[in-house]
């Protein structure tokens, strides 16, 4: 994303309306289509990555694995395997 001067760009007038609510700062204009913006990590696996991880977490829990040899196999912490196994158990079985 690069920096364009507005007067270079933009119709006079729509220049002095913008300049009633912001002058000399810099400003982001989105794209008309940015609401169909894809989420973090759909577009490279890594958000299906995570998730089939975090279920292989979860049943590898469910089977009598303990917090500490999940951490240790998955280099994360305990507190993350906490977290890994408490939401995605509120996935599979919801109430």
Do not use: C
């Amino acid at each position: 994303m690069g920096y364009i001067n507005g007067k270079d760009v933009l119709p006079a007038s729509l220049l002095q309306e913008i300049q009633k609510y912001v002058q000399s700062e810099l400003i982001y204009i989105p794209r008309e289509d940015d609401s169909v913006r894809a989420g973090w990590g759909d577009l490279n696996g890594t958000r299906q990555s995570l998730e089939r991880r975090n279920r292989e977490i979860y049943e590898r829990y469910a089977k009598g694995t303990s917090i500490d040899e999940l951490a240790n196999h998955y280099h994360l912490s305990r507190d993350s395997i906490y977290k890994i196994v408490y939401k995605t158990r509120k996935v599979l079985q919801p109430s």
